[in-house]
């Protein structure tokens, strides 16, 4: 007779024991994969949806000129994953923070990441052109049409950097690549123009601009490399020199103050000078940097030559020297030729100029190009005027 086994629970059990661990998964576990696929995709889309309400935030931070809330924003929102459009956007944001070698330094990050995105890659190049690289610039421009022929944001880049004054326009204006910085502060009607460069002087309260510039002006405004505009109206306008002082309506961020070194710069020594391009009074842009050499003393006239590739217009932005000194003002005499105005040779009076730096008597070490730039996002200013 067949004994019949006392614990047949025990067998079952080390069968399923001996089963694959997928073939030991609850039905019902199988069951909530769905519902927890759904749960992870809506989670997802949540973070998506927020993300963009903080790029939302941080732009409508800089179309008002608050770039610090606009990095916060922005901070956030790089928390939440990485994207072209989270990235280009904060590019513009240290741009409009003032602070150019942060712009530079990630810039080229986000055009090697994203080389679905070509308009990244305009948009470095364009930082690449106004901090005075402009071969680079067009190297890294023709590198990216070859891969992209056809890319909008491509073709108008190369178009317009070609041009000898570059701006933006078109769809370099649009989208989280913008080439430009944002009108902020006073408003400027459409009818106003650009016509020269100035110089922002005693902390921020007047700036030094070419006297042509003003000719027959009816309203004044002036504008630095953030975006930042404030009206202005004539205060003093220096005997022998090209140059009018307009008291500003509203301080703009101080600039550096010119230094007045015991000597001038040697002839031949490495010299930057800021200047924007003429065009609509309504449109923000950033300076563009030009680098060369100050000529020697002249023999004829105070005023040396300024040894640079400056496409032809008004002058009157800032010059600085290879320590990136502020020490003079550029402007184009009479023949055309360039030259450079010296801060002891301005003669202002003691209200709208600093006074000698005690430490410049001795060498400064060079100072890298990209830290001048951003010196002069602040320095050098647009003069715009309705007439």
Do not use: C
Request: glycine share 10%; no cysteine; hydrophobic share 45%.
């Amino acid at each position: 007779m067949r004994r019949r086994a006392r614990w047949p629970g025990a067998a079952t059990a080390l069968l399923v024991l001996a089963l694959p661990s997928s073939a030991q998964v609850p039905p019902s576990s199988t069951r909530d994969e769905p519902r927890r696929a759904r749960e992870t995709a809506l989670g997802r889309l949540s973070e998506i949806t927020e993300q963009q309400r903080l790029l939302d935030e941080a732009e409508a931070r800089l179309v008002v000129g608050d770039a610090t809330r606009a990095l916060q924003a922005l901070e956030r929102a790089m928390q939440l994953g990485q994207s072209p459009s989270a990235e280009l956007t904060l590019v513009r944001a240290y741009m409009q923070a003032g602070q150019y070698r942060r712009a530079l330094g990630f810039a080229p990050h986000v055009a090697g990441e994203h080389v679905d995105t070509p308009a990244g890659t305009a948009l470095y190049a364009w930082l690449l052109q106004v901090g005075g690289q402009g071969r680079f610039a067009r190297v890294v421009l023709d590198d990216a049409q070859r891969r992209t022929p056809a890319d909008l944001v491509l073709r108008q880049a190369l178009a317009a950097l070609s041009d000898a004054w570059p701006a933006p326009s078109g769809a370099l204006l649009e989208g989280p690549w913008r080439a430009a910085p944002y009108a902020w502060g006073a408003p400027v009607p459409a009818v106003a123009r650009v016509l020269g460069s100035g110089v922002l002087i005693d902390e921020g309260r007047a700036a030094l601009v070419p006297t042509r510039a003003l000719d027959g002006a009816v309203h004044i405004w002036i504008r630095n490399g953030l975006g930042q505009t404030a009206t202005a109206s004539i205060a003093e306008r220096p005997d022998e020199l090209p140059f009018t002082v307009v008291r500003l309506g509203q301080p703009l961020p101080p600039p550096p103050p010119f230094v007045r070194p015991a000597r001038e710069p040697f002839g031949g020594s490495p010299s930057y000078a800021l200047e924007y391009a003429v065009g609509a009074g309504d449109l923000a842009t950033w300076p563009l940097l030009q680098a060369g050499f100050f000529g020697s003393v002249p023999r004829e006239g105070p005023f040396r030559l300024l040894r640079m590739d400056l496409s032809p217009g008004p002058r009157g932005g800032p010059v600085f020297d290879a320590a990136g000194q502020l020490v003079g003002v550029a402007f184009s005499d009479s023949a055309g030729a360039n030259r450079v105005v010296f801060a002891p040779q301005l003669r202002l009076s003691p209200s709208v100029t600093s006074t000698p730096d005690p430490s410049s008597s001795g060498v400064s070490p060079r100072m890298p190009v990209d830290e001048v730039y951003e010196r002069g996002l602040k320095t050098a200013v647009q003069v715009i005027v309705v007439r």
